[in-house]
């Protein structure tokens, strides 16, 4: 995958944070830190656009009798059990 070069502008705690975890030793660069922070918000995401999706379609589809919460909660538990979440 090509790579593209960006510079970005951090808070201090933020760059506190990224030393910290640097400092594990789990990380070879701040830059692998932050791909790694952004595929988690990615992944983060399409999580929360396919609940979103399920939670609008039961809602439509008038076949339940479920509040949004236990909509929300059913379909967290399919993720979990689908390794999803």
Known sequence: ???VKKSITV???QEEWIQAQMDTGN??????????????K?????????IRT?????????????TRDEILERSKEILRKNGEL
């Open 54 to 66: 399920k939670l609008i379609a039961s809602e439509q589809s008038g076949f339940t009798d479920l």
């Open 27 to 40: 990380y070879g660069t701040d830059s692998e830190l932050i791909r790694e922070a952004l595929r988690e």
């Open 42 to 50: 990615q992944n983060r995401t399409a999580e929360i656009d396919y």
């Open 11 to 13: 808070t201090d705690q």
């Open 1 to 3: 995958m090509a790579m």
